[in-house]
């Protein structure tokens, strides 16, 4: 892919040249020394003894970390005793996704050591703040080399420029999920008072909640709330918009459908099922089922109405509720937490949740900022080792988890915090908060000992479970929740991968018609949803026409292209 250059580019590349001649980042140490060093994989063959002296390097998280306890936790004082590095970190507040954050750094050239920059990679990789890390990965990183392996091509930017600006962290490498976290949501409680009720379509969802909320108005003294939807800035995507391409049995290819044998793509939102789904949610609105604060209120108002236990039902994924639903079990009240479904707008269509997409998604990048980028990847390939991933995933040995006749083992009382504790527990252990920090292997794939990598795999799944979701699963015939859902098995694999992460132009024709056409979604989804009955169709064709006269055709021309282009990179193929 071409780069598209504008003079606030060019501006941000010779603030960024300035910035490097005077010495920014605040990673120390010596980078002819570094070079010498191993990795610190004792299961790789080390080059030197690795070093360990005192450095720091700067990182900014483009997802909120609530729990982040600057290294003090467990976890992160043996990462610091192990490798000599400390993250000073900084991490995305509320629910913006680092996109006004990254914008600025782009335009100012200032930029920490590493970066989790989501889907403003591209804006930092144009403004030329960030390094392509192939060469460093080839030098220094074995570990990083080993996991994604015959992947490797996936890392690469383009088939124009095909260097590597960011490793793969969100997701893990050869992944098997073994839980669902997605899907309609409904509170234990309700589901066992009416008798555990089949949930498969919206219809079945609208009726449980009706029929509860009928019985039970009010829920500690104050009023039930049958749904209520997290509207608040790009949460919006999650809640409200996504659910109408998979109850319509479309993959999620972020504000796009693409037709999977020709490539060409759309905003879903023009596909006809879509605009029944959001009739649907018309209805719910004017029937009294759906919170008329859904479109207004902020992520933490959100979070405090299900911590109350007062919401019935919810549309998200369980890690947009999940500090609302801790709360609730820290509180003994597991059976106000939620069962997932996959709902469908209809019994034709089929929820298309687990349908792979390959090694593919938002990452880690070191950026021109980095005074020592050897060092970097090198701390970058220490947590990708072996020993990197177990600390990451599991803990500390003899203190989260004990090996028992070669078996990793999780003592029950560290269990039962992780699952009524796990707010204060994440904060002094440190488990789950270096994740994205660096590549690791996904659920189900097995270290040298036999163990799994990460503790998601079934037995540890259900011992996750609280006694209230155990029940519901076995009235539903299901072990974990992800039972209830359509397998991987039964889809092929995207060719395209996941396209919330292809690059797409950050100046130019593209942005601004995705801009505008971004702000009329989030202008008249809501305002189709909210309206009478009788104005529905005409809010929401005019709304589709809205988008096309912003642009969209010609927005929709040129992404299929970068589609065509993306699967020629990914598969070999030779795409006209």
């Known amino acids: ?60 998280g483009a997802d909120a970390s609530p729990n982040w306890n600057n290294m003090q936790d467990d976890i992160g004082k043996v990462i610091t005793e192990k490798t000599g590095v400390t993250i000073e970190a900084e991490f995305d507040v509320g629910s913006g996704g680092g996109e006004n954050k990254i914008a600025l750094m782009a335009a100012s050239g200032d930029v920490p050591d590493l970066i989790f920059a989501k889907g403003s990679l591209s804006t930092l990789v144009d403004a030329g703040l960030i390094i392509d890390m192939a060469p460093l990965i080839e030098e220094h990183a074995p570990n990083i080399k080993k996991i994604f392996s015959e992947n490797m091509n996936r890392l690469k930017y ?119 789904y959001f009739r649907w949610l018309n209805h719910m609105y004017n029937e009294g089922l759906l919170d008329k604060d859904s479109f207004v209120q902020k992520d933490d108002q959100y979070k405090a109405k299900i911590a109350s236990g007062r919401v019935l039902g919810l549309i998200d994924q369980e890690w947009g509720y999940q500090d609302a639903e801790n709360a609730l079990k820290t509180a003994g009240k597991d059976e106000y937490t939620y069962a997932h479904f996959p709902v469908t707008l209809t019994e034709d269509y089929v929820d298309h949740s687990f349908q792979p997409a390959g090694v593919d998604g938002y990452g880690l990048s ?23 991933q177990i600390l990451r995933n599991w803990g500390i040995e003899g203190k989260h988890y004990n090996v028992e006749n070669g078996v990793r083992v999780i003592p029950q009382e560290i269990q039962d915090r992780k699952v009524n504790d796990a707010t204060n527990f994440t904060k002094e252990s440190g488990i789950g908060l270096y994740l994205a920090m660096s590549a690791r292997y996904g659920d189900g794939v097995k270290d040298s000992t036999g163990n799994y990598y990460t ?26 929740w992800k039972d209830l859902f359509p397998q991987e098995s039964e889809f092929k694999a995207k060719e395209w991968g996941a396209l919330y992460n292809m690059p797409v132009p950050t100046d130019g024709d593209y942005q601004i018609i995705f801009q505008k056409t971004k702000d009329i979604v989030w202008k008249r989804i809501p305002e189709a949803v909210l309206s009478k009955p009788d104005q529905f169709d005409k809010i929401y064709d005019d709304f589709l026409a809205e988008l096309d006269r912003a642009g969209a055709e010609k927005m ?8 065509k282009a993306r699967v020629a990179l990914f598969t070999g193929k030779d795409i006209k």
């Open 158 to 276: 383009s088939n124009e420029d095909p260097a590597i600006y960011s490793l793969t962290t969100n997701m893990g490498v050869d992944q098997e999920s073994f839980d669902a976290i997605g899907g309609f949501e409904i509170q234990q409680r309700v589901l066992k008072e009416l008798g555990y009720p089949k949930v498969r379509t919206v219809k079945d969802f609208e009726n449980v909640l009706k029929q509860y909320v009928e019985k039970h108005p009010t829920t500690d003294g104050q009023p039930t709330i049958p749904l209520t939807l997290n509207a608040d800035d790009w949460r919006i995507m999650i809640s409200v918009t996504n659910p109408a391409f998979l109850t319509t049995g479309a993959p999620d290819d972020g504000e796009y459908y693409v037709n999977p044998e020709t490539y060409e793509a759309i905003l879903h939102y023009k596909r006809p099922e879509e605009k029944e």
């Open 556 to 563: 929709e021309a040129e992404y299929t292209e970068l589609v």
């Open 366 to 388: 070191i950026t021109t900022a980095c005074k020592d980028p050897v060092r970097a990847i090198k701390f970058l390939d220490w947590l990708a080792s072996e020993e990197g």
């Open 455 to 480: 503790t998601n795999f079934p037995e540890q799944i259900v011992a996750g479970y609280t006694e209230a979701e155990k029940e519901t699963l076995k009235a539903y015939g299901a072990t974990t």
């Open 1 to 60: 892919m071409k780069k598209w250059k504008s003079p606030k580019t060019i501006v941000a590349l010779l603030l960024a040249s300035m910035l490097l001649l005077s010495g920014c980042g605040s990673s120390g140490g010596d980078t002819k020394n570094a070079e010498n060093t191993n990795t610190g994989n004792t299961n790789q063959g080390a080059e030197a003894e690795a070093d360990t002296s005192p450095i720091t390097f700067t990182f900014f």
